[in-house]
């Protein structure tokens, strides 16, 4: 053997026994414990915060440094009352890095997190101190390898809305899809998975099971981050909502700094069942940017479903590109489709207006209404019943409520008429009809010919077309000036209906 790499061979063997040697000194009579005052002091002066450390803190030196703790608590800020609980808390660290001033943490791994959030009135959070970012220069560059989070419990109180929500089976799983680079400048990438259950008991009710995963590109540098690939799938019910099914998948991308907000490729697909309904919708957004305060879009398209007993009822939207800002954005074109069966009775629509609108606010106008709509069934003879009309609509997103006015010609009828809808799983609709003139004879088949007491006492199954209201929640009233019946003819008749 070269007589070179036999001492050398020598010296790494000696180098390894020493260090061997000096790590089984250390682990013999060094008592990590020993430090818990220094520690539990050190996080009072810095954080105002009460840390407790129950459980004995146990060191690891192969396959990497790491510290092992249990039974940890932290308070809440300056008070004595918990604010989070730890059964178990595994910290390792790469050695060499350390050397270079970056901490370079191998795996964080957490089991059994109990903690309490709360968002107060004034919109603060009982964790700003803890995310503030330090006034202090930075002595070491972070990167994290692998997280492991299972067995969480998370408490969510919004004091301001009075809702309190329970996240139960948290588990965070991360990890790193790059090489270290990163710490030398480049983005971090890391794969990550997170899922969760909610409390039953929670307040709205909600029972979901969520799963989300994406690959996370992080560069602090730039300030910029990547959601790549994202899939998110809930399951389970929400208030009226059972049998809930939502799925997503898009890529988000963000720039904190200049105020940009990227999304692209969005799909979103939400079946569920509200009573004896069966809901589905889907949506699909390619492209929809937030720069400051600008706002556009490509087109986008969403079709909606309601099958119900006796009939469905389904609705396509198509918004071409949208332009603007937060607080004032349009789009030159809204269409909307709409087909309702009830039976054989058939009811079609379709609308067409400008939008304009405000995320600020959630509000959206149609200024500019055109609407069309015609009806075909065995309740309606001849051709069936078409007419056009104009006006304009607005949608208030924060208070759940539609309402449009509306003005034109059904068949030989002018019609004004004021519709509003309130709630959009379970809607309320409510309505004023005012019509000049109407002949009940053209719309009836000849055995269902009105007499003069039925003109003014029909019920919504005698009305032409109206049986389909029977199981809406619907409130409304219809005058009309000159009703035709049967050779009978009644002047300033109303119909009321309610629910």
């Known amino acids: ?254 720039r904190p700094a200049a105020g940009e907000f990227v999304a692209s490729k969005i799909t979103l697909s939400i079946t569920g069942t ?6 589905d919708i889907k949506l699909d957004a390619p492209r929809l940017s937030l720069t400051r305060e600008t706002v556009s879009g490509d087109k986008i398209t969403v079709a909606a479903k309601m099958a119900r007993p006796k009939g469905n009822t389904s609705g396509t939207l198509f918004l071409s590109g949208v332009a603007g800002t937060v607080t004032d954005f349009e789009s030159n074109a809204l269409t909307i489709e709409l087909e309702s069966k009830e039976g054989e009775l058939a009811v079609r629509a379709s609308l067409a207006s400008p939008l304009t609108g405000s995320l600020d606010t959630r509000q959206l106008k149609l200024p500019d209404l055109t609407a069309a709509i015609s009806a075909n069934g065995p309740e309606i003879p001849g051709n069936g019943i078409s007419g056009n009309l104009l006006g304009r609509a607005a949608l208030d997103g924060l208070s759940q409520n539609l309402q449009a006015n509306l003005t034109g010609k059904l068949v030989d009828s002018n019609i004004r008429a004021q519709l509003g809808a309130t709630g959009f799983v379970q809607p309320a609709f409510n309505f004023e009809v005012d019509i000049d003139q109407l002949d009940v004879d053209r719309f009836l088949p000849k055995q269902k010919k009105p007499t003069e007491k039925t003109i003014n006492g029909a019920t919504l199954e005698e009305l032409p077309g109206l049986s389909v209201l029977k199981d809406l929640n619907v409130r409304g009233s219809i005058r009309i000036g000159l009703l035709k019946g049967a050779n009978v003819k009644s002047s300033n008749v109303k119909f009321d209906i309610n629910p």
């Open 1 to 254: 053997m070269n007589r070179y790499l036999r001492y050398a061979l020598i010296v790494f063997a000696v180098v390894t026994t020493l260090l061997a040697g000096l790590v089984i000194y250390i682990a013999a009579i060094f008592d990590p414990n020993a430090y818990k005052p220094q520690i539990i002091q050190l996080v009072k002066e810095k954080k105002q915060r009460a840390l407790r450390l129950d459980g004995d803190i146990k060191l690891t030196f192969f396959p990497s440094i790491g510290a092992t703790v249990g039974n940890v608590t932290l308070s809440e800020y300056n008070s004595d009352k918990e604010f989070a609980a730890v059964e178990n808390i595994f910290v390792s660290l790469a050695l060499m890095p350390l050397l270079k001033k970056q901490l370079a943490i191998n795996e964080v791994a957490i089991s059994g997190l109990k903690a309490n959030l709360i968002r107060f009135k004034d919109g603060s959070t009982n964790i700003d101190d803890l995310i503030a970012k330090s006034e202090e220069p930075e002595q070491f560059k972070i990167g994290i390898d692998h997280v492991r989070v299972e067995k969480t419990l998370l408490a969510l109180h919004d004091e301001a809305s009075g809702e309190q929500y329970v996240f139960r089976d948290l588990s965070l799983r991360v990890d790193e899809s790059g090489s270290r680079a990163h710490l030398e400048g480049d983005p971090m990438r890391h794969k990550m998975v997170l899922a969760f259950k909610t409390n039953p008991s929670s307040q709205p009710m909600t029972d979901l099971a969520a799963r989300l995963e994406f690959e996370l590109t992080s560069d602090f540098d730039k300030q910029y981050y990547a959601l790549d690939g994202l899939n998110l799938e809930i399951n389970g019910a929400v208030k009226r909502i059972n049998d809930l099914v939502v799925r997503s998948r898009g890529d988000l991308s963000i």
């Open 274 to 279: 509200s009573g004896t309904n069966n809901l």
